[in-house]
């Protein structure tokens, strides 16, 4: 075992993942954090919480960051032992709110075992394993626009910056979708002529957004593969994607993550585009909140 350290802190982004045509592909690191301190003290268990989704989080050793602390850390786990989290980052609403819990767990065990903060690398791989996809943990742990992929057991991920200018406004609604559920309506396999759509897409997508052209984002952010399934579970998901992208100001709109919650590229209508957004959640009796946000280029963050 490595030097001991008592105290120590993480922050890690939310991310919003897909994209439309990026499925399980593409991360995109968003402005709302979570929070983490760790620190050994006393001879007991204690978590703290505030902020988003506080009262639904157990404070025992059933606590996803704390699993993830004890797994990586091993016998270093002291028997005494603070956490304090504070979360901004929507629960179950599309914005890789287990992703971001479980890159902190496994940074702040890795650190508790050698006394030092791990490598990216290593979280990223530990997270992926945990997660079983790539995309919200490389936006985690990375930072940016990630793309992703396993090859031969490692993952192989990249963080690129937009253009500037460029914002991105979500619709959060006060409904929750379980990722379990949205995995659980997607089919094993995929008939051939939606595997190109969405490759083609794809390429639009990244090239939409490199070269600022709506054109290329509002057909790249179509796909075949997750959206149409997954809006029988909340219609009004998809009410709200094709209003944000009948308006102008909006450079693609897409389902965030595995939803229910929405977000859009748009390079300064994010206001108007929230509000629109907000109406027609409320046209289908669903109340939600609006934000306009920056993209994230820290990744997971030491302090």
């Not at 957004?277 to 946000?293: M, Y």
Request: proline letters at 5%.
């Amino acid at each position: 075992m490595c030097a001991e350290k008592t105290k120590m802190k993480v922050r890690v982004p939310a991310s919003t993942s897909n994209l439309g045509s990026g499925f399980d592909v593409v991360g995109l690191a968003l402005q709302m954090y979570l929070e983490v301190e760790l620190e050994a003290e006393g001879e007991e268990l204690v978590i703290e919480s505030e902020g988003l989704g506080a009262s639904q989080l157990p404070c025992d050793e059933n606590n996803l960051i704390f699993r993830m602390i004890r797994e990586h850390a091993g016998d270093a786990v002291p028997a005494g032992l603070r956490i304090r989290i504070r979360n901004d980052i929507p629960l179950t609403r599309g914005f890789g709110s287990s992703a971001a819990a479980i890159v902190a767990g496994i940074a702040l065990g890795e650190w508790l075992k050698c006394g030092t903060p791990p490598e990216r690398q290593v979280v990223l791989e530990a997270a992926t394993a945990a997660e079983g996809h790539p995309d919200n943990a490389s936006a985690a742990v990375l930072g940016g626009l990630t793309v992703s992929a396993v090859i031969d057991g490692q993952v192989e991920a990249t963080s690129l910056r937009l253009p500037y200018g460029i914002e991105i406004v979500v619709l959060i609604p006060d409904r929750e979708i379980e990722t379990k559920k949205a995995r659980e309506v997607l089919p094993l396999s995929i008939p051939r002529s939606e595997a190109v759509f969405n490759l083609q897409r794809l390429g639009l997508l990244l090239a939409g957004l490199f070269q600022n052209n709506r054109s290329y984002l509002y057909h790249g952010v179509k796909d075949r593969i997750h959206q149409g399934r997954r809006i029988h579970l909340l219609p009004a998901m998809g009410s709200v994607v094709k209003a944000l992208n009948d308006h102008r100001g909006c450079l693609g709109a897409f389902i965030s993550g595995a939803g229910p919650a929405v977000a859009a590229f748009t390079s300064g209508d994010g206001q108007k585009l929230g509000e629109l957004g907000v109406e027609e959640f409320s046209r289908e009796g669903i109340p939600a909140e609006a934000q306009v946000l920056a993209p994230d280029y820290l990744g997971l963050n030491y302090d």
